[in-house]
């Protein structure tokens, strides 16, 4: 069975600094995997996907996360953080029984911006 | 060009009663898909619908159906309401032949508050 572990559930950093946000899969199969964020009183934005092409990608607003696959990790970074970054994010795999898109979601990680 | 939008947005019901939760898929979109996010977690799959029937289900209780109409738009009913059913209910919408790998459009959700 396919799932994701998010290995914090709070990060805080400041303005201006990296972000690192960590997330671990788990696979049978070579494994569709996406970052999504949620920002208060929203729903899901995709911030990024990996589709077996490049092990680096790059989404929307500078992040990008690259696949590992002898660590199973899927981990989300950014440069520099920014005050809107602020907001929930979820480390996502795709389950595919039957060849049908389902959605497993990570735990969250609350990622916090300080001046 | 519309995305997923979902009505109500906030609903408030007492335990026992029953609720009906309405979600438009994105202008292109034939598969519906909803999850539950429950306070503080990561959004869980309940079940998808393509071609106005259940085409797959996660593990959620019989009180708990939809619907899907020639349209594309969908239902969910949850019966006998219990308090643990107060979440987020996400809709999303997505495209049937395509990729695998799409990614799920979502709508902002329903919040459900059971008293």
């Known amino acids: 069975a396919q799932s994701v572990t998010q290995l914090d559930s709070h990060v805080s950093v400041s303005e201006g600094t990296p972000v690192l946000l960590r997330c671990n899969y788990s696979s049978s199969y070579s494994p569709s995997l996406f970052w999504y964020v949620q920002h208060p009183n929203k729903g899901l934005q995709l911030l990024l996907k990996y589709t077996s092409a490049a092990t680096l990608v790059k989404g929307i607003n500078g992040f990008e996360a690259e696949f590992k696959k002898s660590e199973t990790s899927f981990h989300l970074t950014k440069p520099s953080a920014h005050m809107s970054d602020a907001a929930e994010y979820f480390c996502v795999v795709s389950d595919r029984p039957g060849g049908y898109n389902k959605l497993i979601f990570g735990a969250g990680t609350r990622l916090a911006v300080h001046p | 060009d519309a995305g997923v939008t979902q009505s109500p947005t906030h609903l408030i019901k007492t335990r026992g009663q029953q609720v009906t939760l309405r979600c438009s898929p994105k202008?292109?979109?034939?598969?519906v898909s909803w999850y539950q996010q429950a306070l503080g977690q990561g959004p869980q799959f309940i079940f998808q619908?393509?071609?106005?029937?259940?085409?797959q289900r996660g593990n959620f209780p019989d009180r708990f159906s939809g619907h899907q109409f020639p349209n594309y738009s969908s239902e969910l009913n949850v019966n006998a309401l219990l308090l643990g059913d107060s979440a987020l209910y996400l809709c999303?919408?997505?495209?049937?032949?395509?990729?695998?790998?799409?990614?799920?459009?979502f709508g902002n959700g329903t919040r459900l508050t059971v008293t």
């Open positions: 202008s292109g979109h034939d598969t």
């Open positions: 619908y393509y071609e106005e029937e259940e085409r």
């Open positions: 999303a919408s997505s495209l049937a032949g395509a990729r695998l790998d799409s990614p799920l459009h």
